[in-house]
């Protein structure tokens, strides 16, 4: 079935034969022609959307190593057709197949077609953007609105959460950052994200999926992008944010957004986009199963509040060390029972202690009422 969204592999656009067996290239099962990868018990899949875009990441991406033992990952070439309606229905096949997307796609737009695949499957959805600003047409400027925004505005949108992670002020107008809290959404400004990078875990980890436009990413590093930027994350950083998101057991679907091969000097873009994609991997690789259905293996620690009218109830994991904290107040929505549970740190256990409690996590609460 998926034979008929994807083309196969061109043996122009990759050299196996120059590959070595440590390499990742020749660890992955691959569309070739004729031959479509058997998808049985496949953990994670590439998709290529722009052949141009796709192929120089794939280039890239081949030549790095896999010390992935036992890890199933398959590359299903680039997808025939760009059209939103005919990506979505490939992408929630994947889903339906319990295979988690990796898209290479030059098209920020691209990032409805992965949303609206999710929708197919899950009934609230946390979404995590890494760009430099926001990308929505607000209410009182809906001349400039954008193709995101029926993720916000949409009657069937099932958009619960959106986080926004390395906006930059300068490009930002003050009524985004207001609809932003007058949502209770999570905005961290690249300053704020740059100088806290490790407290970026918790944000990501609450996401079912992410989208990183790598207009993020400051111009030296990336040149390959149609409104290049002199500040921004660095490389190292965007992998970091990449691996964050691979070990989130909880998040179903990835995508790198914004290469322009064209504007790309000695492949250099392509070669961050293949970083990137590397360290999601590593980060899948590296997931601990323990994201919270239930209580379970979880240790429990209770603060009281003086300032509050009720408990504060944290749980750490005893598989990876990482915390959660309990939405302390009902929701007659079932379906949010999934996302009662919020990622947070040791600092914000801390801080609970010292009687003070973040921003992040008190507009969290706020989405429960």
């Not at 300068?170 to 959404?185: M, Q, S, V």
Request: with cysteine; net charge neutral.
């Amino acid at each position: 079935m998926l034979e008929n969204w994807f083309s196969p592999i061109s043996a122009d656009a990759v050299d196996l034969n120059a590959l070595g067996s440590d390499q990742l290239g020749t660890q992955i099962q691959l569309h070739e022609e004729g031959k479509m990868p058997d998808l049985k018990n496949m953990q994670l899949a590439l998709v290529g959307i722009g052949d141009k875009e796709a192929n120089a990441v794939r280039k890239a991406l081949y030549q790095l190593s896999f010390p992935f033992e036992g890890l199933r990952l398959a590359d299903l070439g680039n997808l025939r057709n760009k059209n939103p309606e005919f990506v979505i229905p490939a992408l929630t096949e994947l889903h339906n197949s319990g295979i988690l997307p990796i898209l290479l796609s030059s098209d920020s737009a691209n990032l409805m077609a992965q949303y609206k695949s999710a929708q197919n499957i899950l009934q609230f959805i946390n979404l995590v953007v890494v760009d430099e600003r926001m990308r929505i047409g607000l209410p009182a400027q809906k001349a400039v609105a954008d193709q995101w925004d029926d993720i916000f505005t949409g009657a069937t949108s099932k958009l619960f959460h959106f986080g926004l992670i390395g906006v930059q002020t300068h490009f930002t107008p003050p009524a985004a950052f207001h609809f932003l809290e007058e949502n209770n959404f999570d905005c961290i400004r690249l300053g704020n994200a740059r100088a806290n990078l490790n407290d970026l875990e918790a944000v990501i980890r609450d996401s079912d999926m992410m989208a990183f436009n790598i207009a993020a990413i400051k111009q030296a590093d990336a040149p390959g992008q149609k409104q290049p930027s002199p500040s921004g994350f660095t490389i190292e950083e965007a992998c970091q944010i990449c691996r964050y998101a691979g070990m989130s057991d909880k998040l179903a679907a990835f995508g790198v957004y914004g290469y322009a091969a064209a504007l790309d000097r000695k492949n250099q873009t392509a070669q961050a986009n293949a970083q990137m994609v590397w360290y999601f991997i590593d980060g899948f690789y590296n997931r601990k199963g323990d994201f919270p259905v239930s209580t379970d293996g979880l240790v429990e620690y209770i603060v009281d509040s003086k300032k509050l009218s009720y408990q504060l109830v944290f749980w750490k994991s005893q598989k990876s060390g990482r915390w959660w904290i309990q939405v302390p107040v009902k929701t007659r929505k079932k379906q949010l029972q999934r996302h009662r549970l919020i990622p947070c740190t040791y600092g914000d256990y801390k801080q609970a202690c010292q009687e003070e409690l973040p921003d992040r996590l008190i507009n969290a609460f706020k989405r429960f009422l």
